[in-house]
């Protein structure tokens, strides 16, 4: 079955940057685009980036030029560098199998906690 296992989540003071990585198993992930998503405290999930099968990539407005996701095929891993971070970056990161379209509802990890505060 579908595993995905995110980690690198922590706390940072404003400005700083986090490394996440999202360990995929259980399906042909050269196959599959990636994407991650956040949600932050009461509110609804957002998505934030997505990386295709020929690494194409896309982010949303609020973290352009800021973050980075990459994945690694043969290590079944997707990556999202995130720097100059922001309060306003606050959320439970997921990883998510799928493109943009899918960030709702495709199957996702248990989610990694990123804080940033000063």
């Known amino acids: 079955q579908v595993q995905l296992v995110e980690s690198g989540g922590g706390s940072v003071q404003p400005g700083g940057s986090l490394r996440l990585s999202c360990a995929a198993s259980g399906f042909s992930f050269r196959s599959d685009a990636m994407s991650w998503a956040r949600q932050a405290p009461g509110k609804g999930l957002e998505w934030v980036s997505s990386v295709g099968t020929e690494m194409s990539t896309a982010y949303a407005d609020s973290v352009k030029g800021r973050f980075t996701i990459s994945r690694v095929n043969a290590e079944n891993t997707v990556y999202l560098q995130m720097n100059s971070l922001k309060p306003e970056d606050t959320a439970v990161y997921y990883c998510?199998?799928?493109?943009?379209?899918?960030?709702?509802?495709?199957?996702r990890g248990q989610g990694t906690q990123v804080t940033v505060s000063s």
């Open positions: 998510v199998k799928g493109g943009k379209m899918y960030y709702t509802r495709g199957p």
